[in-house]
């Protein structure tokens, strides 16, 4: 609408102009016409090529950031030991998780589990960074640990699982793993751009095995909480102890 009073406008002075210079000399009159509205109409076009390229390039920016990706939802019933016997439970614990792979990270949603315990996390694998952070959503506090390769399988890899799992049920065995808070991280922006994101204004604490700590272990007075999730064919249990 704008547009059209503009060149309506832009039309009648124009109008008016030709009308004066017609008489004298009507060959430039409409040279120079033809020649002004060619140029009105180029720097038009630039304009709207200016917004039109903001416009793509700016929603191309925000889909990137700010829409959800796509999730992917996978179940595993699991035994508590490798050797069971064969009588069939009339059910199996059961984790849900749901996947987000997005450049080499591997975000983990682990609600409450049904028929089994274990806290509600976020568990983010950083390929890059190599790190694994796990943000326990009942003491809302994030752990930190060098990302272990030979048990977390890879971002495509993952996918792949996860395919496997939407087609079907899934039933797996449970592997126990130990932590020790060593040291509290003032700093989240050192642990890279999705870690700091996930642990930003929460209590942060370095992890290590517990096979990895030597020296004197009082277990009794610890207090410990545990994770189950999976990222590979098992279900792990990860009890995490600050000492
Ligand atoms: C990775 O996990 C496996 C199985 O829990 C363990 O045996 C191994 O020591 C771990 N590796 C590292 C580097 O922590």
Redesign the pocket.
Known sequence: MVKIAFNSALAQKALGKDVLVNEKDPETASVYRHESSTGRCLLTLLGLAFILTGLIVGGACVYRYFTPKKLYHGAMHFTEMDNEDIREPYYLPRIDEEVEIRDNVAIINIPSPHFSNGDPAYILHDFQQKLTAYLDLTLHTCFII?L?T??VMPPQDLLDLFMQLMSGSYKTYL?H?DLVVTERIDDVDELGFYIGRLCDGKETYRMQ?RSEISGIQKRSAEDCFTIRHFENKFVTSTKICKA
């Open positions: 060098p272990n030979s048990v592997v793993e095995r």
